[in-house]
């Protein structure tokens, strides 16, 4: 399955990622598309951690109705 950025910078312009030091020229762009993947992938599973938190404490509520 292609990642989000893979959608998200279909088309765009390497361009504007590229760094000039010392009259060396460097295309940060594979770079900065690794971070940002890294970055959505740590938020993604944070995201599946709290929902499986809130599912476990709703069955542990219900439980606890039913033990009334």
């Known amino acids: 399955m292609p990642?989000?950025?893979q959608y998200m910078f279909d088309g765009f312009n390497e361009n504007l990622l590229k760094v000039k030091i010392?009259?060396?020229e460097y295309n940060i762009a594979e770079t900065v598309i690794?971070?940002?993947n890294a970055y959505v992938e740590a938020k993604r599973d944070s995201l599946e951690k709290f929902i499986q938190i809130?599912?476990?404490a709703q069955t542990l509520?219900?439980?606890q109705s039913e033990n009334l």
Do not use: G, L, P, R
């Open 3 to 5: 990642s989000y950025t």
């Open 22 to 24: 010392n009259e060396n």
């Open 34 to 36: 690794h971070i940002i």
């Open 54 to 56: 809130c599912k476990d």
């Open 61 to 63: 509520t219900e439980v």
